[in-house]
């Protein structure tokens, strides 16, 4: 049975400085796979990613969430409402993870996240998140539960890690540390599509490490079907010829390169408006070219690089040919 080819998509990332969030670009990819590779992941990410959210608190002299604690400015539900925001990053892996962690503070005092004892291993994102106010002189005294899970879980199926203790209050849970996912589908030339992704998470997970893990997940979803019958055709990817495999950036133009002025001027004069234009000139042309000197090649150089590129043989040849001549005159 003929192997089935298909062209090796090429990997752009692009990440704030926190990591937290970022876009990702696939391309090419073959028509259709875009909308379908880019709507598995987004339902992955949103649903199916773990972390570590508070599972149930209990409030020294507070028996239900539907009350107030003297000498403390916010009710009980503000409290759980405020609980519910705090970020929790473990070290730990295993899914059975559970840990307590305690405040015993006395007032008057701000609580907020970071006045958890915390263990080795636990981290709080939002340190800075306000939980309550104590506003006289008590002692106010609190125990809340964390564990790992997945995607939300509501107070009433929480109860069950709270084993109907009194004063135990089961609240909501958002596990899932991805915040917001987009993704867009763009056709391209030559019937290819581009797939952008852009990935927002709460900090607990960078942006890179969610879309890695929920590709994982399809994978190994994708791997039992794979397996049902040993009669189908090997799929194999492969790399495009140059410089068909840069067909991402061919299709940029040059005012999105940030070239400098010489060098803008003398493309646009030869009548090069997109990255594919100046890979389609010959050696000849590209030596010919008005007022592109050494200098000039070399910023194209590091512009390839930046994006992760080569240049084509003719340009390569084109600045040695450049250094040479440049040798003679001197």
């Known amino acids: 049975m003929k192997n089935l080819k298909f062209i090796k998509p090429f990997f752009v990332e692009e990440l704030d400085e926190k990591l937290t969030s970022g876009k990702f670009i696939f391309y090419p ?12 992941l987004r339902r992955t990410l949103l649903s199916s990613l773990p972390g570590t959210a508070i599972v149930n608190v209990s409030i020294e002299g ?27 990053k473990v070290d730990d892996e295993s899914n059975d993870f559970e840990e307590k962690l305690k ?37 106010f ?15 009433k199926d929480n109860k069950v890690h709270s084993e109907n203790q009194l004063g135990v209050i089961p609240i909501d849970s958002l596990f899932t540390p991805v915040v917001n996912v987009a993704y867009q589908v763009e056709k391209k030339i030559g019937n290819k599509e581009e797939l952008t992704m852009e990935i927002t998470t709460n900090g607990a997970l ?41 067909n991402y950036f061919l299709d940029l133009e040059i005012e999105q390169l940030d070239l400098s002025v010489r060098l803008f001027n003398s493309l646009k004069r030869a009548g090069i408006n997109t990255v594919a234009d100046l890979v389609k000139l010959s050696e000849r042309e590209v030596v010919k070219l008005k007022s592109l000197g050494r200098k000039s090649f070399q910023e194209l ?10 240049f084509n043989d003719c340009l390569k040849e084109a600045l040695h040919n450049s250094d040479e001549e440049e040798k003679e005159t001197n």
């Not at 990819?29 to 598995?40: D, E, F, M, Q």
């Not at 390839?304 to 590129?309: D, I, K, N, T």
């Open 206 to 246: 960078l942006a890179k490490e969610a879309l890695a893990t929920a590709a994982k997940i399809l994978v190994e979803h994708f791997n039992v079907v794979s397996e049902l019958s040993q009669q189908t055709p090997n799929v194999e990817f492969v790399s495009e010829r140059k410089p068909e495999a840069h």
């Open 29 to 40: 990819l073959v028509k259709g796979h875009a909308t379908s590779i880019g709507n598995s």
């Open 141 to 155: 005294n609190m125990t809340a539960t964390i564990k790992k899970g997945i995607g939300y879980v509501s107070a």
């Open 301 to 310: 150089k590091d512009k390839f690089v930046e994006y992760g590129l080569e």
């Open 62 to 88: 507070v028996e239900h969430e539907f009350t107030t604690i003297s000498g403390v400015y916010e009710d009980v539900m503000t409290i759980i409402l405020n609980l519910k925001k705090i970020i929790f």
């Open 103 to 139: 405040i015993s503070l006395s007032g008057p005092q701000k609580i907020t996240a970071a006045s958890f004892g915390l263990p080795e291993g636990v981290k709080i994102i939002n340190p800075e998140a306000p939980i309550a106010t104590i506003s006289s002189d008590i002692n």
